[in-house]
């Protein structure tokens, strides 16, 4: 991973993803190790500290592939969430864990299990829980 822009967690997701990690099938384990490694190198912070330009988990999200050149809105869910969320991507897809505590602006080179790579850039947060004052979404 070249490009890793430093990152801001919530508490309660860093908690809630590591019980995924912990629980992840073998089918995950990509990503549960890549998503491990960004908690570990992640600043954890109450809720209530959440900049409004960071992504967190139920946070709707603008951003580009840029190697792609393709702009997506999703909404970053837990995998239980997929089926009740319109454009949901889950934290445990590989884009989805390259998205966790990225700001506005920020670009990151994201490893794929095929052995590429991803290179995205967030552009927006349209909604974001603690913004909204939802801590414990």
Do not use: C
């Not at 951003?63 to 949901?88: C, H, K, N, W």
């Amino acid at each position: 991973m070249q490009s890793r822009p430093p990152l801001i967690i919530n508490r309660l997701d860093a908690d809630r993803l590591q019980r995924l990690i912990d629980e992840a099938s073998d089918k995950d384990l990509f990503v549960a190790d890549a998503l491990e490694q960004e908690l570990e190198r992640g600043e954890v912070v109450d809720p209530e500290e959440i900049p409004e330009d960071v992504v967190s988990m139920n946070s709707r999200v603008q951003f580009t592939d840029l190697a792609r050149g393709r702009q997506m809105i999703r909404t970053l869910v837990y995998p239980r969430s997929l089926a009740d969320v319109e454009d949901a991507i889950s934290v445990m897809a590989p884009v989805g864990a390259g998205l966790i505590g990225m700001r506005v602006g920020d670009t990151i080179d994201w490893p794929l299990p095929d052995g590429g790579q991803v290179h995205l850039r967030v552009d927006a947060i349209l909604w974001q829980p603690e913004r909204e004052k939802q801590y414990h979404r």
